[in-house]
């Protein structure tokens, strides 16, 4: 049985190194976000852990279990079960649904924009297993952040209009960066453990800035349209520490006490600037008059968090708050060239996290419907920029089912489903206009597996102890 573990081990293994590539291709090549508010810093930050975390809000810093990998917090990979591991891997697909008033010259409301996109990926791949008797090990890759936007504007001057004709500003980008996580938990004692995780960030970020004159009405002399594309190339080590503990822990029930602290710092990514000028009169080819390389001042934050989370055989639930110290560790305001016209801010942020999850009768050998799970959760914050002085305010339902595979197995299938919302009522200035901040909707669907190997068993629920 041993030798038979290691194979499956290894075969494992070599998943994960085969599907990287695919994931970093995902990545980088597809937009995983659709939103003007991922135009700055590192984009839209991706909720962590697998589906059934996500199901229920995305709580997973006090989750102890041995039918789930918990990447959110080091200290769990120490409840790993000897000779087993834990694979899991998952995929989503988003459908997102902006809206944004729009204002005439006067300032009054006019009339309401509305765009739609669709877009799958790979949210996470991970792998658990035990190190020695209390000790435990993670390995993970997920999304971190992500950017995809396109917009334009048209220049509003009368000026303008009159000597030259319509003057068009446009923005677009996409791109994002993976976490690759290898977390490393121990139990100091039956019912306390620590842990520790490093943290690779790296990834693409492109974004694009374009001023284009489409119909030259009048004047003379030469009016040059403008390119300009700004390519981040991130690729940085931070790390996390985390610890649980078990107030209670026996064979009928759990409740888990976790915390874990992030360091933040910079990224210091490489970022690849080009200018490109075309002569839109003699349609001259485009020359380009900038072509250097500079360090971005992106940083990611202090995070500090507490959860706590509880489970028997029928039902779980869990509450986690987690601050993110964005302001004070970035200086103010946003560094990037589409920030010029409008003040962009960073902030602190506040998130609360809360789930619940029922199994009515996992052993039920005549009802399927028994045995399956379902969760429900929510999720309310703020999000890490301002935007002329304005918050931005986030929330999310979730909710989710899992498919145990077979009767006495942790091994399932789980279905997520998750409605988001990223919303202000205010208004801005930008180019001499008033601009509404745009509403996001999205809905999001999840599909994750879990497989889950035992030299003896499959278990859904081990007390953590010694033998």
């Known amino acids: 049985m041993q030798r038979g573990f290691k194979i499956i081990l290894s075969s494992i293994v070599a998943l994960i190194v085969v599907l990287l590539p695919l994931e970093a291709e995902a990545q980088t090549s597809s937009i995983n976000a659709y939103s003007p508010y ?6 839209e930050l991706l909720t962590p852990g697998n589906v059934q975390m996500r199901s229920m809000g995305g709580v997973g810093i006090g989750l102890r279990a041995t039918n789930q990998i918990n990447t959110q917090n080091p200290a769990a990979a120490s409840i790993m079960p000897r000779k087993s591991f834990l694979f899991d891997v998952s995929v989503d697909g988003t459908h997102y649904r902006n809206n944004q008033m729009k204002f ?12 739609a996109y669709n877009t799958a990926n790979i949210h996470n791949i991970s792998l658990a297993f035990p ?28 000026d303008n209009w009159a000597d030259i004709g319509r003057v068009v500003y446009g923005y677009s980008g996409e791109g994002d960066i993976t976490e690759v996580k290898v977390a490393v938990g121990w139990a ?9 995780a490093a943290k690779y960030f790296w990834g693409n970020i492109d974004r694009t800035y374009t001023t284009s004159i489409p119909n030259v009405v009048t004047g003379e002399g030469n009016f040059a349209s403008t390119k300009g594309t700004e390519r981040s190339l991130i690729n940085n080590f931070k790390l996390q520490a985390g610890l649980q503990w078990n107030i209670i822990a026996n064979d009928k029930r759990m409740l888990t006490l976790g915390a874990t602290y992030d360091m933040g710092g910079k990224l210091n990514p490489k970022v690849q600037h080009y200018v490109y000028t075309d002569n839109t009169i003699n349609s001259i080819q485009g ?11 992106l940083r990611v934050p202090h995070e500090f968090g507490v959860g706590v989370y509880y489970l028997n055989r029928m039902l779980a639930f869990g509450v986690d708050y987690k601050y993110s110290a964005w302001g004070s560790n970035n200086n103010g305001y946003v560094e990037n060239a ?26 039920d050998v005549r009802n399927y419907l028994n045995r399956m799970t379902y969760r429900v959760g929510a999720r309310l914050g703020n999000y890490y920029q301002t935007f002329a002085g304005e918050r931005i305010n986030q929330m999310a339902v979730t909710a989710g089912i899992g498919f145990p595979v077979k009767l006495w197995g942790a091994s399932s299938i789980n279905l997520g489903f998750e409605y988001g919302r990223m919303s202000s009522h205010a208004a801005t200035q930008l180019k001499g206009m008033k601009v509404g901040l745009v509403t996001q909707n999205y809905y999001k669907l999840s599909l994750g597996f879990t497989l889950f190997s035992h030299d003896t068993a499959d278990y859904w629920f081990v007390r953590q102890k010694f033998d």
């Open 104 to 115: 005439d010259a006067s300032g009054a409301e006019s009339h309401k924009a509305k765009t």
């Open 188 to 196: 100091i004692h039956s019912n306390f453990s620590i842990g520790i």
């Open 131 to 158: 190190l020695a008797k209390g000790l435990g090990a993670t390995v993970s890759v997920a999304p971190y952040s992500s950017v995809g936007y396109k917009m334009q504007i048209t220049d509003q001057n009368n």
């Open 338 to 363: 589409n920030s010029k016209d409008v003040a962009v801010a960073y902030t602190n942020t506040h998130t609360i996290k809360a789930g619940f999850e029922i199994t009515p009768k996992r052993t």
């Open 38 to 43: 991922s135009m700055y810093g590192p984009g």
């Open 287 to 297: 020359t380009p008059v900038r072509n250097d390389i500079s360090t971005l001042e």
